[in-house]
């Protein structure tokens, strides 16, 4: 029996190679890994106009026999005959980009040079007459001195000539044809330039239209500025364009929430309805048409072939953290997941370049971030524009992003530097033709997009968000107690919030970063069922994620949330001053009154353990030295002020024992009793108007309408529960405490 003949596809990266592989094997593939590497080995059965089976090996694209990647040491090998286990190939099939003619003859030359029987498939020839570009494949034959058969592989153009050719190849073969190629790299170059213009018919002025906007858009100092000039333009769209959108799917949502209460009695089902299905996976359904904007400009990048110019932008920013511009297409891929981002990194020929890439490439904004950028900025950034176009929800969504490109170029300079070190890889690109998108391409893209991103919410989302709900409804919480402290989540809650609470995560949040390590995206859907779980009513479960988020989230948190960015909790001397003016008590005089007391007279007695002498001082902390008064309770909880440390440099101390000393401080029930009675004595005011000026007071901004609602609702059943006072020491009391969860509340003990 005879041995098989072989024939395998060579060329340039992006010459169509694969497209030509599938175009003549269909469904006779086999896919699977050369031996010792980690790249892929596709072969299949090419029949021949005689019925003779061939088989077809689509090796990788390469630029030189001189490897430079693992990718072009496979290739080197098999076409040498050096690989073990892979037969020497009977004919080379060469591809070539019609478009790209005098790149790819470069390659093209070192072929020929080994005078093997090859056969050139001149492919994308429609793309070239598309771009005004006419070859004369008979001149680029007689040039080379091989068959060159034109093809349009994803059109089946050609396909028959060429397997014609590759059956003639090893008959016509004439090494001493291809003797003249035994020369150097520079006139490989030259000489390809010739054989180009000697093979181009006529081309169009595109051509030199591209050389001119090439010479803008790549330009080392105006490219970078029309690059991120683009980046946060679709970044403000985000935004701006999705807005109608997500809220008719928010209103849909809320809609069929509102129809299954009204429907359904009571029960197990129909909480599960609403606080686990629509609550959850609906709140992350709702960010579709952010995912579908951002990934439209995206493809409209690649297609337009402005993507690879980006990257070549991005090369002289990846070179100065010790990277070459191979690690950025990972870098790019990873924006969309960082997985595929990872799989990418077996390009990169050095391998610390490869590690560090594979370390890093987590760290840029993937598209499962946006839906957590989306939520948390529309609840605690305004909707308001700071200039001719410029939105401030799309200038912050910008910056996080922003802030993971340098968080990451930073982390990979360190790496380069210590466990990574050594001298950046080179880098070599082909530059695509311009080109108009497709709308049917972008189509199938956007398509295929949002179809992931809704079967991860109908599969992993649904199930996580399931399990979460189970967690957070069981066991059951007894009459006045949160359902959120009685349940099995809670317990985990309040575990990993002690762990969190320092970078400014509250309990909601650190609950919600379990779930999402199986999706980012989970977080919105986690604190949407945390939420519907532990409201009061059907009303504040009816809220939407971003209205809670607003309502009981300082911006600190929210910053935290989606950046990691931590906030400062106040100090003793701070907090002390901040409910001293908030309670209007605070003496704010330049140097207020200077103590006329004695250093002795602080300390306590030895006998009786009560202090000689007590006073009363509201003057500011800075220039007071509270050592031995009522208040020191609070200074010694909160980091007492030693002379021999700084503010900055005191330890830290834990939260409960901080919140227990707030609670039953003195100080704190007397500033509350003043902010009630001050409050109280605004006769002309409305209630909500009091709420107002004391959300004001405390926290510097107005409180949103849940927020509103919750203390209208909080007073009147405080009050309820004072039966045997008279009216006027009734609602004394319910404002004083009122006024007293304002002071303890994190937004008020916390800053940026």
């Known amino acids: 029996m005879s041995r098989k003949r072989t024939a395998a596809l060579v060329g340039n990266p992006n010459a169509g190679k694969s497209a030509l592989f599938n ?97 050139v498939a001149l492919n994308m020839v429609d793309l070239a007459e598309r771009d005004g570009l006419v070859l004369d494949p008979a001149a680029l034959s007689e040039a080379l001195g091989v068959p060159v ?42 000489a390809a330039k010739h054989i180009a213009r000697g093979a181009i018919l006529s081309k169009s002025a595109r051509h030199t239209v591209e050389n001119g906007a090439d010479r803008i858009l790549l330009n080392p100092w105006i490219g970078p500025v029309i690059l991120f000039g683009l980046l946060f333009i679709i970044f403000q769209a985000v935004f701006a364009w999705a807005t109608p959108f997500a809220d008719a799917l928010e209103g849909g949502v809320g809609a069929i929430s509102s129809a299954v209460v009204d429907t359904m009695p009571s029960s197990f089902v129909r909480d599960f309805l609403t606080e686990g299905v629509l609550a959850g996976v609906g709140s992350v359904v709702v960010f579709l048409p952010q995912i579908v904007i951002l990934f439209f400009f995206i493809l409209i990048m690649e297609a337009t072939g402005y993507m690879a110019r980006a990257a070549f932008l991005m090369d002289r920013l990846m070179a100065g953290v010790g990277l070459s511009g191979k690690s950025f297409i990972p870098l790019l891929s990873s924006f969309a997941c960082a997985i595929p981002g990872i ?131 069981f066991p059951k919480a007894e009459p006045g107690e949160s359902q959120m ?43 949407a069922t945390t939420y519907a779980v532990d409201a009061s009513d059907e009303d504040v479960a009816a809220e939407g994620v971003t209205d809670r988020i607003a309502a009981s989230w300082s911006l600190p948190t929210a910053l935290a949330a989606a950046a990691g960015f931590p906030r400062r909790r106040l100090t003793a001397e701070e907090i002390r001053d901040a409910l001293l003016f908030v309670a209007d008590l605070l003496d704010t005089r330049m140097h207020g009154t200077l103590l006329t007391l004695k250093s002795r007279q602080y300390v306590n007695d030895a006998k009786t353990g009560r202090h000689l002498v007590g006073y009363d001082n509201y003057r500011r902390s800075i220039y007071q030295p509270v050592i031995r ?19 900055g440099r005191r330890a830290t101390t834990t939260v409960p024992p901080q919140m227990l000393l707030l609670m039953n401080s003195q100080l704190v029930d007397q500033c509350g009793r003043a902010m009630a009675t001050s409050l109280r004595r605004r006769s002309t005011f409305e209630p909500a108007d009091r709420i107002r000026l004391a959300y004001e007071t405390a926290f510097g901004r107005p409180p949103a ?19 045997e006072l008279d009216p006027q020491e009734r609602q004394a009391r319910s404002w004083q405490a009122f006024c007293q969860a304002l002071m303890l509340a994190n937004e008020f003990v916390y800053v940026d």
């Not at 106009?49 to 030189?64: M, T």
């Not at 028959?160 to 001493?176: K, N, Q, V």
């Not at 008064?629 to 503010?647: C, G, H, M, R, W």
């Open 23 to 119: 175009a003549l094997t269909g469904a006779r593939q086999k896919i699977a890994n050369y031996p010792g590497v980690t790249v892929e080995r596709k072969a299949g059965r090419l029949t021949l106009p005689s019925g003779e089976p061939v088989e077809l090996i689509d090796l990788p694209g390469s630029y030189s026999f001189d490897a430079a990647s693992p990718d072009e040491e496979v290739t080197r090998k098999v076409i040498h005959g050096e690989f073990d286990g892979e037969a020497l190939p009977d004919v080379i099939v060469l591809v070539i980009d019609a478009a790209n003619l005098e790149q790819h003859l470069v390659f093209a030359q070192e072929v020929l040079e080994l005078g093997r029987p090859t056969v």
């Open 705 to 723: 309408e849940g927020e509103l609602r919750r203390t209208r609702q909080f007073l009147k059943q405080f009050e309820s529960t004072l039966a």
């Open 629 to 647: 008064n009522k208040v020191y309770s609070l200074f010694q909880t909160f980091e007492f002020p030693t002379p021999s440390l700084v503010a």
């Open 485 to 527: 402290d009685a349940s099995v989540a809670g317990m985990i809650a309040s575990g990993l919030h002690p762990v969190l609470e320092p970078i400014g995560f509250n309990r909601e949040m650190s609950l919600a970063l379990v779930p999402a390590m199986a999706a980012r995206e989970v977080a919105v859907s986690a604190l």
């Open 343 to 473: 799989m990418a990194t077996r390009s990169i020929p050095d391998a610390k370049d490869r590690l560090t890439t594979i370390l890093v490439a987590p760290l840029m904004t993937c598209s499962a971030r946006l839906p957590v950028y989306a939520v948390i900025i529309a609840a605690v950034i305004p909707s308001t524009t700071i200039g001719p176009g410029i939105g401030l929800q799309g200038l912050v969504l910008f910056a996080l992003y922003l802030a993971g490109i340098v968080g990451a170029m930073v982390v990979a300079l360190v790496l380069r530097h210590s466990v990574a070190k050594g001298a950046a890889s080179g880098f070599i690109m082909e530059m695509p033709r311009y080109q108009l998108p497709r709308l049917k391409d972008l189509a199938i893209g956007l398509w295929q997009r949002a179809w992931v991103f809704l079967r991860r919410a109908g599969t992993i989302i649904f199930m996580v968000t399931i399990a979460l709900w189970l967690m957070l409804s």
């Open 149 to 190: 058969v034109p093809t349009v592989a994803v059109r089946r153009r050609g396909l028959t000539d060429l397997a014609a050719a590759i059956a003639e190849a090893e008959t016509h073969a004439d090494e001493e044809a291809h003797t003249r190629w035994h020369i150097t790299l520079p006139e490989r170059r030259l």
